[in-house]
């Protein structure tokens, strides 16, 4: 499992069900990498007005909101 990855918590792959990450695995991204992304999407969401209807609709994604700031 890559240490650097995002998407590993403790032993486990929260995105894939792989026990370990495959060479170029094409879900990798260094928690910053992620960060930024993710902030990018709001943010665009935002821009096209459809930030709140995403928030009310998709639970996960309004908790991330919550969670990841700039
Ligand atoms: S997304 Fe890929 S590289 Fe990242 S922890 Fe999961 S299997 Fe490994």
Known sequence: ????????????????????CPKNCRFYKTPEKFKEDFLNTKAKLKELGILGDCQIRYAFFAKMCGKIKA
């Open 1 to 20: 499992m890559s240490d650097e990855c995002f998407a590993k918590q403790g032993s486990k792959c929260i995105i894939t069900s792989n026990k370990h």
